[in-house]
């Protein structure tokens, strides 16, 4: 099944909402309005005391495992900042040498033993597809399947970032609809260039400028999605010239991390 059909897995039927956040692609134009919002709302209670203190009960009761076993530090420090923002006991596994990994344990066996002592784990992974491995084998293997939040896995998709690249776009001026926005670098293997694309479905009239070095260019996948939604788009190898035309420039630096 492609990504489409297989995010419907991963939504809690009554009231639709996400079980598990592992791609763009499970975003609805509505549920994207809405977290802008509440996005909007935290930052102003978050700006007196009494209101940090109030975030800080809503999740009091719940804990979650931050399972980066890919070198991170703004994800990472993202994370943490938002758990202790919310009130959320957090545990950071990030060195599978100081776990039962080394003695044959599987991956996958690990994340599910969290399962016992967390309500959800935030993955990153070098590994590509290893979050939704992870949220299948949850979903197979336990009475309590664990809400996965893929933060980065392997060269496919970061969800996570995508949101607050969107939100970042949001709060510039305008909103995202009629933007131009030019992505520069490594469009092939950049997770984060991949999942914003997916998100501008839901926008109108956006224009998007694709530019990279031979051999670095957005796979076929993409320029068949950016075909099949009508988005508009246009690709090249020099970038000075289309800098003018461009609202937003997301820039991005070679991801030969994927490579190793």
Same mark, same amino acid.
């Given at each position: ?5 297989? $995010? ?32 909007? &709302? ?10 940090? #203190?109030?975030?800080?009960? +809503? ?6 495992? +931050? ?13 943490? *900042? &938002? ?23 599987? &991956? ?11 309500? $959800? ?9 290893? *979050?939704?491995?992870? *949220? ?6 336990? $009475?309590?399947?664990?809400? =996965?939040?893929? $933060? ?23 909103? =995202? ?40 260019? =957005? ?7 950016? #075909? ?17 035309? *461009? ?8 991801? #030969?991390?994927?490579?190793?």
């Amino acid at each position: 099944r492609d990504t489409s059909e297989r $995010a419907q897995f991963f939504v809690k039927q009554e009231g639709r909402r996400l079980q598990s956040c592992l791609y763009s692609q499970q975003f609805s134009a509505a549920f994207l309005r809405h977290l802008c919002r509440m996005a909007t &709302a935290i930052r102003e209670i978050q700006d007196n005391r009494p209101g940090a #203190d109030y975030l800080r009960g +809503l999740l009091s009761h719940k804990r979650v495992i +931050l399972y980066f076993l890919q070198p991170s530090t703004r994800t990472r420090m993202s994370f943490e *900042a &938002a758990c202790d923002m919310l009130g959320l006991e957090h545990s950071l596994v990030h060195d599978a040498s100081t776990s039962s990994e080394v003695k044959g344990e599987s &991956a996958l066996d690990t994340v599910q033993t969290f399962s016992n002592y967390a309500d $959800a784990v935030v993955i990153r992974h070098p590994e590509q597809g290893f *979050a939704e491995q992870v *949220a299948w084998h949850l979903l197979a293997n336990t $009475a309590r399947p664990l809400p =996965v939040i893929n $933060a980065g896995s392997g060269p496919d998709q970061h969800p996570t970032q995508a949101l607050l690249d969107w939100y970042t776009i949001e709060r510039s001026g305008g909103g =995202v609809n009629g933007k131009t926005i030019l992505f520069a670098g490594d469009l092939r293997r950049g997770r984060t260039v991949r999942s914003l694309i997916y998100l501008t479905k839901h926008a109108r009239d956006v224009r998007l400028l694709l530019i990279a070095p031979p051999g670095f260019e =957005v796979k076929p996948d993409i320029t068949e999605f950016l #075909d099949r939604h009508g988005i508009a788009y246009l690709q090249n190898t020099v970038l000075e010239p289309h800098i003018a035309e *461009a609202d937003v420039i997301y820039m991005t630096r070679v991801q #030969d991390e994927h490579d190793r």
